[in-house]
Each structure stands twice: as C-alpha cells, then as structure tokens.
C-alpha cells in the first residue's frame, strides 16, 4: 500500500523512521531539527513506543544506544552543536557495535553559526568526528522522498552491521515540503545479528563475527550474560591490550561497512558521453542535476554523480564516472570537505574545479553553470 | 502620626507609586540615569516576561557594580531576540557563549579577572531554564561547587520556547508543549519530580540564592542589589511567563507572574549558606484554577470536561510548597493585589 502526501522533509524522516520500526526516540530540541522529534513525540506513544526527551546532546545518545542494546531499532535527530555533543557516544556506539541512527539536519557552523540557514559542513565532522580511527557509515539524502526511504535504509544497514548509520540532509531539505510516496520498506530487511548459540553459563563469544565480519552480539533480556564496553575487546567482548587482538578488530569493524556500499549506490545522471563531470550530493545535487540539463542545451556534454553514501566513500563508482572526465566539478556547500575525496580518487590527471559556497545559502543553477562555463572557457577544459 | 512601611505593588516602571515614594526606596528601573542595559528595539515577541525580566535585572546589576559589568549569556531566546545580525541592544560587556557551558565561561571571566586583581570588575551570567536546569546543568554545579565570584540569573519560562517550546526540565506537570503533547492517559508533561534548581543550589550551600518574579519589580532589584554585595557563587531563579508558550493572552504576563506566587506555585524565597532566610509571603492566596484557566497550554484541562483530579494534584503541589516555606501568615487578609486581572 502506498499513499501520496505532502510532507515536510523532517516529518518525512519520523515516518520514514516508524516504517523501518524505530520504536524508541530520545533527543534535544535543535533548530532545524526539531520537527523531527515533535513528530515523534506525537507519534510513537500511539504505537507503543518510548519518546524521551533528555536534557542534551550527550543523554539522548546514551539512551539511544541504551535503548539499542535492551533491543530498540533506536535514534536521535539534531544539528551540527549537537552532533558535535554526540561524537563520543558515536565513537563508542561503532566501537561496541551498538546499532543506532542519527539524524544530522545540518546547518552552518561552526558554533551556534546559523541555526536556521542550510549548509553541507558537517561531511567531515561526520567521518571525523570521533576521535580515533573509525569506520562510519553516513547516507545523504536529496530529497523529501529520499529522506523518507534513506532513513528506512539507515535502519536496516544500522542493524545488518550493528554500527551507527548517520542521515545527513540540511535545512532546506529538512524544511522544504515534497509530495512524497509513502511506500511500506521493502519486506525481509533483515535484523541485527544475534548468536547463534544459546544462553547458558559457557557463553563467551557476544562479540564472535559472522561472515559480513559483524559482531553477533545478544540484546539485553534474552537470558545471555555479556560484557560491552568501549576499551578494546576481544570475541568474548573482554577488554584487551593485545596489539594482534586490536588490530584486527579495528580492521574488522572498518570492513565491514564496505557492505553499505552495495546497498545504496550513487544515482547516475546523464554521464553516458559525459565528459564535465559534476559530483555533488544532498540538496546540492537538485542543483547540480538541473545545470547539467542546462549545460547539455548549450553543448556542454555533462553528467552529474551523486553519491547518496557519503561514507565510506564510493570509490568504484567515483573512479567510473571520472575516467572519460575533461572536467570534474564537485559542489558543495562548505569550504571543501567531500570534494576533497573527489580530488584524493581523480588524483592530478584530471581537471579539477570545485565549487563551494558556505555562508548560509543554497548553490543556484545560474551560478553552477556559470562557474562550469568559466572552468570550460579559462582553458581547464582544454 | 505612626508611619507603615511602604508596601509595593507593581503597576508599572514609571507609575506614580515609584515617583511618590522616596528617592532611596524607588526602583531602578524608575530613575531616568538607569543603564538600559537590554536597550529597546529588540525581537522579543509582544508582552515577553524574560526581556522584562533581563532589564530589571542588569539595570540593577549595573547600578550595584557601578557599570563594571560582564554578561556572559547561554544560547536561547534572550540571546537570539537581542542579536539579530546586525543589531545588538546590549549595552554592557557581552559574552555570548554556547548552550550549556555560560556557567563554565564565566567562571573562566571571574578567574582572569580576580588574578589581574580586578575584583572591581563583576560578572554576570544568565541562560534560560534549558540552558540551564538541562544541559548546562553540569558546568553549573560545579561553578557551585567552586564557589566562583559569578552571579548567575536563571530566567524560567518553563520550556524551550526559542526552537519551538519543546519541554525542559522546569516544564511543570500537565503543561502542553510540542514535545509533551495532550495525547495518552496523562496529557501534557508528565507528573515527576520536577527539578527544583533553587534547591539543588541551595544544596550546594552557596553564599546566596534567591527567587523571584518579574510582577515585583522592587522585590527582584532589591535581590540582585544583595547579591551583587556578596562574593562567590551567588543564584537567582526569575519566573517569566512567555506568552507565546503559555498560550496567554500578551497583557497577562506580570499578572500571570504574580498569580505563581500567589497560588504558592512559584516560592519566592532567598536563602544563604544553604538555609531559607526570608519567603515573600502570600499575600491574597488563590487557587492554582485562576492560574492555570489563563494559559492555553493547560486547557485540556478544563476542556472538554474539567480534569479536576489533575488540578487538584497541582493544588497538592502549591500547598506543599506553601506548607514548606510558610507562605501564608495568619494575618494575610489583604485585599487581592492590584493590577489587571
């Protein structure tokens, strides 16, 4: 079954989240967030769920992971002060193989910056965050459609890798009203893994790997007695200071995010005779999608990727789209963040002019096809 | 001819009954030399208790420091309706710091200040309710804990009205916010513990801590007067109606404010090192019905059918506090309070 509706972008996540099962919500009032958990606050008492809201930032992880282990599809929704509130808990949560989703509705930074204005300048913050090398797994959304089914997929990657999947879209998309489908997710989306063997005092393998190298760890509840913990582990879940043990572990954890990457592969537009390559995600991408038609009416042979993962990077799909590229302009609204990956894969064979714009406003069609004519014209294209 | 001390009613910051009465017993906000330290022209909405509630309190810090004044200002409302780019209607040293941490920054301020021996130099901060009984409850207690020279003002307009009146932890029990809806067996906030932050100051033992409203204009001058004359960590608790929250009509505000205490809802007390020392009494008690009828975030409450067990579990809570504190003397047969009803 499936209706059309007129959502708002942030309500399309809370339905988007109740579709994938979220059942409990804990976060912190945040401007362009909020709607979120107001939605949620209204909609998850009806349906047996738990809305909590805690007193900041770090409590309402907490209790998303908390809830997480006592066997909640669990989230949380805020905005740049507040992610950057969150990063221990989300350092912790891919450490201990807690699944969790965090919405990040970005705005611009840093500090209290502009709490009601878009941006893109939390791309990095999401990969980086954390201290320490951690895998991460962060899925971007263009649309209000897209929030609806990405905040789905974020629940079922969360699970199937029992790891922390970030949603990043930014204000207009969070504010913006769409005509969204409101499709029931795809059946058999499979859940967190759990052990294979019973209860039982023998127990001793909560953080044993399956074959997608993920922890099968048990929830609260289930008669198993375990041990999580954010020291390093090792299979039993027991801290340990063995180099072999941690190093494998961190290697385990970073690999196992690789299967994102199959599930949600970059939209390709037009980039069949593409030679001007725009790469450019999230609200950015709407733009982007429309000055390549722009361009194309002008002779310009362009195609746009837009990733939706934006970590770990799709770095296959990257290198396809740029090898027959003259030019490659990624857009973004930040200083240079993701288009710095872009640079890392193309490396100095390729042409490169980024655009970026932070300062509070979107990118314009107008301007992203002038900067491309610009590009074409100063001799980058040669 | 015996004299009796004044007794004051505010009706307003230049009424009569500030100009009539002597020059040492008018309020600051009466004097034509007073610091506008939060100037006019600002964006808070028509009929706001916490723009009221700021001026009265930095006129009054300023005259009590002579103008050597540092405000340092969590995240919320007040900072948000005095700043819009690129405007500021402070006139004092302004600190805008984040959402939790003012307390923290503060005592950042008094350290550097005190080790260039600048004493002379005071330092203020101030949040809203969220930002400090929630999530800049931590960097509080232990501003407490060190007994930092920062008087911090708490102005409580009972939820986080700046990002769309979310509940905070000063929401109290029944009331309806986008985050508390009135949906379930128990509508609007739920029925806990509440988090009484003058007591949890209290319980710090700090040289002072006081509560007030913004309808006693002279009651709450007077407090910050006597907290500006004592040093360490000093906490002054201000209840602010917000009309636009409470679902109260913009002329209400001070009336609202006054019907808090009134009711016994709100205490207003001070209190040193720890002990209750004075309690501004009861003067007209009412019932917390003529309270709670004039703000639409409780109406579910009265409709469609009254929930008279839910009004009487807050009546429950307001004679507590009025058998706590010993809000209503024996001789409180005045006539109700002046002002607009």
Redesign the interface.
């Known amino acids: 079954m499936s209706t059309l509706q007129l959502v708002q972008g942030n309500e399309a996540c809370a339905l988007g989240a109740l579709a994938a099962g979220c059942r409990f919500f804990a976060g912190?009032?945040?401007?362009p967030s909020?709607e979120i958990?107001?939605a949620l606050?209204?909609a998850l008492?009806?349906r047996g769920g738990v809305?909590i809201?805690m007193?900041?930032?770090m409590a309402s992880l907490g209790a998303v992971l908390g809830a997480a282990m006592g066997g909640a599809r669990a989230m949380t929704a805020t905005s740049g002060?507040g992610f950057t509130l969150m990063q221990e808990h989300l350092g912790y949560a891919s450490l201990a193989e807690i699944p969790c989703v965090v919405v990040d509705v970005m705005r611009g930074g840093p500090?209290?910056g502009l709490?009601t204005s878009p941006s893109q300048g939390d791309v990095m913050q999401a990969r980086w965050g954390s201290h320490g090398d951690r895998a991460t797994v962060v899925v971007a959304p263009a649309s209000v459609q897209e929030v609806h089914d990405l905040t789905g997929t974020a629940f079922a990657l969360a699970e199937r890798l029992r790891t922390p999947v970030v949603v990043l879209f930014d204000e207009v998309i969070g504010h913006m009203r769409e005509g969204v489908t409101l499709a029931a997710p795809p059946a058999g989306s499979a859940g967190r893994p759990v052990p294979g063997e019973p209860p039982g005092p023998s127990f001793r393998s909560a953080y044993r790997p399956n074959a997608e190298g993920v922890a099968m760890v048990p929830d609260f509840g289930r008669g198993y007695r375990f041990h999580v913990t954010g020291l390093m582990h090792d299979e039993r879940g027991y801290p340990t200071s063995d180099p072999a043990t941690v190093a494998a572990l961190l290697e385990r954890l970073e690999r196992k995010t690789d299967a994102a990457l199959d599930a949600l592969p970059p939209e390709r537009y037009r980039l069949e005779d593409a030679t001007v390559v725009l790469i450019a995600y999230g609200i950015t991408a709407r733009m982007a999608r429309a000055a390549v038609d722009v361009l194309r009416e002008r002779g310009i042979p362009a195609g746009l990727l837009r990733p939706r993962l934006l970590w770990p990077v799709p770095v296959a799909a990257l290198e396809e789209a740029i090898a027959p590229a003259e030019l490659v302009v990624a857009a973004e609204m930040n200083r240079g963040q993701w288009s710095l990956e872009v640079e890392r894969v193309a490396g100095r064979q390729v042409p490169l002019a980024p655009y970026l714009k932070a300062g509070g406003s979107i990118i314009s069609v107008e301007e992203l096809v002038e900067h491309v004519l610009a590009a074409t014209r100063e001799g980058v294209l040669a | 001819m015996p004299t009796a001390p004044v007794k004051f009613y505010q009706v307003g910051s230049f009424a009569a009954g500030n100009r009539l009465i002597d020059p040492s017993l008018r309020t600051v906000q009466s004097e034509l030399t007073r610091s506008n330290s939060l100037t006019s022209g600002h964006r808070a909405c028509q009929g706001c208790g916490e723009a009221l509630g700021a001026r009265y309190v930095l006129d009054a810090a300023m005259r009590a420091s002579g103008g050597r004044l540092v405000v340092v200002n969590a995240?919320g409302c007040l900072e948000?309706f005095s700043t819009p780019y690129p405007e500021t209607s402070w006139q004092v040293a302004w600190l805008?710091s984040?959402?939790?941490n003012a307390p923290a920054a503060a005592s950042g301020v008094a350290a550097a200040l005190r080790s260039q021996g600048r004493t002379d130099i005071r330092v203020l901060a101030q949040g809203g309710d969220?930002g400090t009984?929630?999530?800049g409850?931590g960097a509080l207690s232990g501003m407490f804990e060190r007994n930092d020279d920062v008087l911090y003002v708490c102005y409580d307009n009972e939820a986080?009205m700046n990002?769309?009146v979310?509940?905070s932890?000063a929401t109290p029990p029944a009331a309806r916010t986008?985050?508390?809806?009135t949906?379930?067996p128990e509508p609007g906030n739920v029925f806990g513990q509440g988090k009484n932050l003058p007591r949890i100051a209290m319980a710090h033992g700090i040289p002072y801590v006081a509560t007030a409203t913004v309808s006693e204009v002279h009651d709450l001058e007077n407090k910050v007067e006597t907290a500006m004359g004592i040093h360490g960590a000093r906490y002054l608790h201000v209840l602010v109606p917000c009309p636009l929250g409470w679902a109260a009509p913009t002329n209400q505000t001070v009336h609202l404010a006054r019907l808090a205490k009134e009711t016994g809802i709100f205490p207003v007390l001070e209190a040193r090192d720890g002990e209750v020392t004075a309690v501004s009494a009861i003067r007209h008690q009412v019932p917390v019905e003529e309270y709670l009828k004039l703000q639409g975030r409780y109406r579910h409450l009265f409709r469609p059918e009254p929930r008279t067990e839910v009004i009487a579990r807050i009546q429950a809570a307001a004679d507590a506090n009025i058998a706590r504190y010993g809000l209503v003397s024996d001789d409180a047969t005045e006539p109700p309070a002046g002002g607009a009803p």
């Open positions: 912190y009032p945040i401007s909020s958990a107001e606050a209204r008492p009806r809305f809201q007193e900041d930032e002060p500090s209290t709490p | 995240t948000v805008h984040l959402f939790g969220g009984v929630d999530i409850l986080y990002t769309g979310q509940r932890g986008a985050t508390t809806e949906v379930g």
